[in-house]
């Protein structure tokens, strides 16, 4: 079966790709050591690599890739976030995914490179990869009193609804986990491939810019994020930037940061690291 191919040098991932014929399907995992989803994407990764029996030629090829120290590569498919998987076929980049779902991730390798040993797009015999996760793990909601109540032994065991007072103590017990998700995370408006405002875009820009590593939140696609961070972090505005869990502030904070000393990020720098 296939295994998920630890690359470890530009020339080596050169000598791969040109071994691979076009119709070859290239999964791009790329991690970084600090980041702890990137474990969990590995064995997501490898798992659904040994669905796959080794033929000549490959019609898949998973290959891991560490961001940090291959930067050239990173940047070559505009690796800003960990883990991101990038799926490329004849030199050409199909699609890309950043964050730690496996649904998706699945969906786009049997998408691409069809079912490997599975039965196909019924649902019989999947491959057994671990179940879907997110990049920050979320506390399943009690039951609520709209779901139906399971009275089968006679019982209404149904957990009650939460109170508002709960809702907010638990939102905010994630939120201080998220801010604390990566050394340096940026809570921006769409992603850093398609920032959906002026200020969100300049921020990323800066990031790039520094070669500074950090994790992101849209957090247009998720309103108890949105409105709760307001709240927590006593910032009514979107991008905020934190850094080892405090908050920076916008983008004229960081710019005024920036201003007063130059080396305000250069800690979390890749090129730092690298040197």
Known sequence: MSTLLEITSEEAFSVHVKSLPPSTLLVLYFHAPWAAP???MRDVLSALASQYPVVSPP??????IDAENLVDISE???VSVVPFVVFVRDGKQLESISGSSAVEVRAAVER???FGTSAGPDGANKPNIPAPLTAVPREDAPTTATQAPDTSN???SAAPALTPEQTKEALFARLAELVKAAPVMLFMKGTPSAPQCGFSRQLVAILRERSVKYGFFNILA????RQGLKEFAD???FPQLWVAGELVGGLDIVKEELENDPDFLNSFSINQVAA
Do not use: I
Not at 59 to 64: A, C, E, I
Not at 222 to 225: A, G, K, L, R, S
């Open 235 to 237: 910032w009514p505005t």
């Open 154 to 156: 006679g019982v209404n």
């Open 59 to 64: 019609t898949v090829s998973f290959v891991s």
């Open 38 to 40: 990137c474990k969990q």
């Open 222 to 225: 998720d309103e108890d994020v």
């Open 112 to 114: 691409y490179a069809g």
């Open 76 to 78: 070559m498919y505009d």
